[in-house]
């Protein structure tokens, strides 16, 4: 079987055979594979190495870090060519994402010799499991964890942030000012008062969840759009995470 194009990475497509953006894939991609290089002896045993003699042993050892470190550039040019040649498929299904290696052109990678190469039997395929699922948010497409969280960290979403640092601003304004009501300062805006009531809100919400949000770790849902839902955002912390399904400890 042979390995992967050398020239570009498999295409993901989702099951209903939307492309899966780049973005979301590959750094899903480069850290399940330095997992698997973080085990180097249960890494060694799937790629049928023989890891009976120690000098096998230590150059496995060797080779997964030397490796690991070179996938850890994760925007060079020479670590999409290497996921090229040893990612043979990325599957995405309902429940999860499935990847597909090309063993030999793993062990290429590691610089080790095969000891299956005198047999002529080539080593199966890695098959990696991931549990991630599509989501899609308006126009955009995520990967999301079970927990709901986007399975790769993004751009914080400016939109949404420069709502929550509007909203604070003007708590901090009425709070100056406490002769103030939101009317008042609706008409100061220029907007109408249901508008400012839904973005005065955003200034309570949780540090955990302005934080997930500066991280790019937010739900991939969590946008500005659904947040004008003022319900959302209750008045415990504890309870906001319930409603945003973030998970995070008591505040």
């Not at 990475?9 to 894939?25: F, H, Q, S, V």
């Not at 050892?61 to 996921?83: E, F, H, I, T, W």
């Not at 942030?161 to 008409?187: F, V």
Request: charged share 25%; glycine share 4%.
């Amino acid at each position: 079987m042979a390995p992967a194009s050398t020239e570009t990475a498999p295409i993901a497509l989702d099951p209903t055979g939307l492309r899966i953006p780049a973005r979301e894939i590959e750094p899903l991609v480069l850290d399940a594979i330095r997992q698997r290089l973080a085990d180097p002896i249960a890494l060694g045993t799937e790629l049928v190495l023989d890891l009976a003699k120690p000098d096998t042993t230590t150059k496995v050892m060797q080779a997964s870090r030397s490796l690991s470190a070179r996938l850890a550039d994760k925007d060079g040019p020479a670590v999409r060519s290497l996921l090229a040649r040893i990612v043979r498929k990325v599957e995405v299904h309902a429940d999860r994402v499935k990847l597909i290696i090309a063993s030999d052109a793993l062990v290429d990678a590691l610089g080790v010799p095969p000891t299956h190469a005198s047999t002529g039997s080539p080593v199966p395929d890695l098959h990696i499991n991931l549990p991630v699922r599509v989501k899609r948010s308006g126009m955009a497409v995520r990967l999301v964890l079970e927990t709901g969280r986007c399975a790769v960290s993004t751009v914080p979403d400016t939109k949404l942030l420069t709502a929550i640092a509007k909203g604070r601003a003007w708590w901090q304004h009425l709070q100056a000012h406490p002769h103030l009501t939101l009317a008042d300062l609706a008409r100061e805006q220029s907007l109408s008062t249901t508008y400012v009531g839904r973005i005065l809100r955003l200034a309570f919400l949780s540090p955990t969840i302005t934080q997930a949000i500066l991280d790019g770790t937010a739900p991939a849902d969590l946008t500005l759009d659904r947040l004008k839902d003022t319900q959302l955002i209750a008045p415990d912390w504890a309870e906001q995470h319930r409603r945003l399904a973030l998970n995070a400890p008591r505040i």
